[in-house]
């Protein structure tokens, strides 16, 4: 069974440019979540996705943004980029049980995004 | 807030010895914990999940123990091996998929 894939894995830009990155879930998970992860403040929740809908967010500004699509696919956009926002950019997946669950998440093997 | 602690930052011992991970976290209102290994520049493996109700998990050489009322968890790796060597993230879980991690414990295994 194919992990859980990103695209792409590593990018490039400038400051002020905006980016969207890309996350495919195990085949069957329908939970897509997505975490910072920096040296310094190492790995931070960003946001959660569950059947197109966003259930969770975490401290981040507004210009980190994302969606989710009906085969449960998601996107992650960040606009107006900082050098701070250099980071490796991870996506999980999870197969939510009947009852909500708490599976296991897996994750993906990241964007490696560097702003200049 | 929910804050993760592990201890050691990092790990150094010679391959074969038996050796603990330790995490601690100051909510205990938890719905599981996660063991996780991330290599350099790579994503993360899930090693072992242990849901609230349960007090330890076993996967081959791998041992994890949880102590939700004293907000502690170990991670108990038996006759360490180079390839072993990576940095170690204790993750927990409340609500939906949000996890909130440690900083790692990174281990070095020398042959």
């Known amino acids: 069974k194919a992990g859980v894939t990103q695209t792409p894995r590593y990018l490039i830009k400038t400051r002020g440019q905006q980016v969207t990155l890309s996350c495919s879930p195990i085949s069957g998970h329908r939970s897509v979540s997505w975490y910072q992860q920096t040296p310094g403040q190492g790995l931070q929740f960003l946001f959660e996705?569950?059947?197109?809908?966003?259930?969770n967010k975490g401290n981040f500004p507004g210009r980190f943004s994302g969606r989710q699509f009906s085969n449960s696919r998601s996107e992650m956009n960040v606009s107006t980029l900082e050098l701070g926002d250099s980071a490796l950019y991870l996506c999980?997946?999870?197969?939510?049980?009947?009852?909500?669950?708490?599976?296991?998440?897996?994750f993906g093997p990241g964007t490696r995004l560097t702003v200049l | 807030k929910q804050e993760v602690t592990q201890i050691p930052a990092a790990l150094s011992v010679p391959e074969g010895e038996n050796l603990v991970l330790n995490c601690s976290f100051t909510?205990?209102?938890?719905?599981?914990l996660q063991w996780f290994r991330q290599d350099p520049g790579k994503g993360l493996t899930s090693l072992l999940l242990i849901q609230s109700s349960q007090r330890e998990q076993t996967s081959g050489r791998l041992n994890a123990s949880l102590d939700k009322s004293s907000g502690r968890s170990t991670l108990y790796i038996a006759a360490s091996q180079p390839g072993d060597s990576a940095t170690y993230l204790c993750a927990v879980g409340k609500g939906y998929s949000t996890l909130t991690f440690g900083k790692g414990t990174m281990l070095l295994v020398s042959p």
């Open positions: 909510d205990s209102a938890i719905y599981n």
């Open positions: 999980a997946s999870r197969k939510v049980g009947s009852g909500g669950g708490y599976n296991e998440q897996f």
């Open positions: 996705y569950f059947s197109e809908t966003q259930r």
